[in-house]
């Protein structure tokens, strides 16, 4: 172990950002690690071939760069292990895949990212996996969806469209008590703010391309995994032949180093322009678990430590093409999907629900803020509902 080498155990947040994943004796002096390009890996014998005893054999098998940002995830979420994935989705898909099997009952909250509710009408349904879809704000109530074959619980708190909150403590304590897995998506909070196998949760998802990344430039996922499903999702993750490359992995840890910083300040930013937001009479509510008027709002401050960027407003009574008029007038705020990324950006989206009715209209207006000055984007709402008061 050199100087440069530390345990973190008794170390804050931002200085494991800064500390984490960094294997000195692979990089040596140098502060980052190297982005290897590699498929094959030499060896020096012909018995070191065949021994399977060398630490690097195959590009997908590893890599100091692959390590070097899943360690710094391991560390980050405080997991046995974790794993890289090509997407966001695809993090979502093989974390359900590492844990189900066909004739398997898998129970999903409703206001899950849409694309992994397609995962389990399309993919799993086809490999003979039932799907409930149940009220995210159910909490113990669950216990009463659960079947003899319910295998696994999934989980995304708040959701990342109408951002109502899970009691993750107490769906966690019935699924154990089913001895079914509970996996949840944590792309919202980050285990910056929350995290979940801390609470029970057994592998926690992150698309990186949001706030790990934070630079909008690249697609990556992140599966973290406690020591009884680890296997599990090594296993799925390697037969299914995932790698990422090195220079995604690269530019991810490099974002993830200013991690901590971009949120606190997109924290910050988001509760004033939310709260902005709350003061005025073309909004019927605002969308976010950080404001006391939030109906999760409790269970969020019991137990994350703090809210990230994004949030939705319901408008009072707009039509779709007023909607639309207000988007077109942002000047600041892009229109584009993702989030997580240093510039602020607008989507007008359709809740799907098929457990319980959204009871709030049928367009949320979800606005990602970003590390422009918060008077700025106030300027560029404004004169957007001016410019849209006329319409009806
Ligand atoms: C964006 C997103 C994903 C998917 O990530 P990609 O990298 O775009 O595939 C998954 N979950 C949530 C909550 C997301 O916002």
Redo the contacts with the bound molecule.
């Keep these: 172990m050199s100087r440069h080498d530390h345990d973190l155990a008794n170390e804050k947040p931002l200085t494991r950002l800064v500390r984490s994943g960094r294997d000195h004796s692979i990089t040596g002096p140098f502060v980052n690690p190297p982005v290897v390009h590699a498929s094959t890996v030499l060896f020096e014998t012909a018995d070191d071939l065949l021994s399977g005893k060398q630490r690097y054999t195959y590009g997908r098998r590893g890599t100091p760069t692959i390590e070097a940002l899943e360690d710094a995830i391991s560390e980050l979420e405080g997991a046995e292990g974790s794993v890289l994935c090509p ?4 993090a ?1 898909s093989t974390a359900l895949l590492s844990v189900l099997r066909s004739g398997d009952h898998l129970l999903m909250a409703d206001n899950v ?1 849409d ?2 509710r397609t995962v389990a009408t399309s993919v799993l349904e086809r490999m003979g996996v039932e799907t409930t879809f149940f009220d995210p704000t159910i909490g113990s109530a669950i216990s009463s969806l659960f079947r003899a074959n319910t295998r696994a619980v999934y989980l ?1 708190s708040p959701g ?1 469209l109408t951002f109502e909150i899970s009691d993750v403590p107490a769906i966690v304590a019935v699924a154990r008590a089913h001895d079914a897995y509970v996996l949840a ?1 944590n ?2 909070a980050t285990p910056y703010f929350f995290k979940p196998l801390a609470h029970g949760v057994d592998l926690s998802i992150q ?1 990186g ?2 706030y790990l990344c934070g630079h909008s430039d690249v ?3 992140t599966v973290a995994a406690n020591a009884r499903t680890l296997p599990l999702l090594k296993d799925t993750h390697s037969h299914l032949g995932l790698c990422v490359g090195p220079d995604d992995i690269y530019l991810t840890l490099r974002g993830m180093r200013t991690m901590g910083i971009r949120l606190e300040r997109q924290q910050s930013s988001a509760l004033t322009v939310a709260r902005w937001l709350s003061e005025r009479g073309e909004v019927d509510r605002v969308l976010h678990p950080g404001l006391t008027s939030h109906p999760g709002h409790a269970i969020w401050k019991r137990d994350m430590t703090g809210s990230s960027g994004l949030f939705g407003i319901v408008t009072r009574d707009w039509s779709l093409d007023k909607v639309k008029a207000f988007l077109d007038g942002l000047r600041l705020f892009g229109l584009g999907f ?2 997580g990324g240093y510039e602020s950006l607008a989507v007008i989206g359709r809740p799907r629900r098929t457990a319980k009715a959204w009871p709030a209209g049928d367009h949320i207006i979800r606005l990602q803020i970003g590390l422009e000055d918060t008077a700025d984007l106030i300027q560029d709402l404004e004169e957007s509902f001016a410019r849209v008061s006329n319409l009806s």
Excluded: C, F, R
């Excluded at 997407?87 to 695809?90: E, R, T």
């Design positions: 997407s966001g989705l695809n979502v990212y694309p992994a995304e990342s998506d792309t919202w698309a391309t949001k697609m990556i996922g993702s989030w």
